[in-house]
Every structure is written in C-alpha cells, then in structure tokens.
C-alpha cells in the first residue's frame, strides 16, 4: 500500500462568485475606506507642518525687547499655541515680559512649562534661566539660586538657552551666585604654595 498525499481542495469559480456577492460591497468599501482615511491623515498633517513652518518664521521675526512684542505673541499663541511651536512662544512671551519688568507674568507664564512633557530640554532650560533672572529682579535670591542650579545641572543647553535668549554675556548677581551660597567657612581653599 503506497501513501498518496491528499490534494489540496480547490477553489471553484462558482464559490469565489458567491463570496465577492455576498461580501464584495463590504471588503471594497473598507478598502476605500482606510485609504480615504490615510489620504485624509497626510493632507492633515502637510498642513500642519506648513501652519508650523509658517509661525516658526513670524515667531523669529519678534524681537522681545519691542514694545509690540506682547501683542504679536499673543496672536500667535493662540494660533499655534496648541502646536509644536507653542512652547517657543511661551519663552519669547516671557522674555518680552521680563524686559518690561513684569517678572510675576514671567513666572505665570513658564509656569506649565516644566511638566510639560512636549518641551524640549533647550526650551526647559531657557524657562528656567528666565525664572532664575526674573526671581533675581525680584530679590527673591533662594529661589533665583535654586533655579541656576537646575540649569546647570541640566548643563547641556546653558549655552544655547544663553543664545536663544540672547544674553550670553549675562552673569548671575553676586549675591544670587551658586558660590555664593556656600559659606566662606566652608569654601574650598586655594592650596598654599611652597615658599
């Protein structure tokens, strides 16, 4: 006796027929569907990056020192508030807060910013050194030396949050100074050199 291995059944014309009629309509219309969808998902999102390119450029354009500064911004935080860009737009808010001395504004506004987990670290150590320059302003030196020492644990972006708020050359008060807050007894000594 000789084994025979079975033949795999065959799909007749007659059975795939009846399968398209009964579910034809159904398999076709969820086809168009998912791609109606994906058409709908990349127009969606090529709008989106052009509103983003687009606020990123008037965004640039702000200087904060202007006195129309606050206005702009505001316009655009509410139009691109809810976008990548908003965090930006919050710094540069806050910026043209602190130069006209309105430091609790400051801290309202960079008051989410910490949390939030869509900023990215250059933006959270610019809203930091803000904070750290408007608690400084105030007067208020624990907090102001409690804000250098998170930007400079953070140490990779003090440089570049420096840049982007254009105050590179600026140094924190003597009395505010990380230094400064260890006592004199307790300071490291310079070593002595032999006579």
Do not use: C
């Not at 640039?60 to 911004?73: G, V, Y």
């Not at 670290?121 to 809203?127: D, G, H, V």
């Amino acid at each position: 006796m000789t084994w025979k291995p079975k033949k795999p059944d065959t799909i007749d014309a007659t059975s795939l027929e009846m399968f398209w009629e009964k579910w034809g309509t159904w398999i076709s219309g969820a086809v168009a569907l998912v791609l109606a969808g994906v058409l709908v998902y990349v127009l969606i999102q090529r709008w989106y990056d052009s509103q983003a390119a687009k606020g990123r450029g008037e965004l640039e354009n702000i200087r904060a020192e202007d006195p129309t500064a606050k206005m702009h911004l505001a316009r655009l935080a509410r139009d691109y508030g809810s976008t990548p860009l908003g965090p930006a737009i919050q710094i540069k808010l806050a910026e043209a807060l602190y130069h006209e001395g309105d430091y609790a504004g400051v801290e309202k506004t960079l008051a989410g910013l910490r949390g939030n987990a869509a900023v990215t670290p250059l933006n959270r150590a610019a809203a930091d050194l803000l904070l750290a320059y408007a608690a400084e302003e105030q007067g208020n030196v624990e907090e102001a030396r409690a804000r250098y020492k998170v930007v400079e644990d953070d140490g990779l972006y003090i440089d570049e949050a420096k840049h982007m708020l254009g105050v590179l050359d600026r140094k924190p008060k003597a009395s505010v100074s990380p230094a400064a807050a260890v006592p004199a007894s307790e300071a490291p000594k310079a070593p002595e050199t032999p006579k």
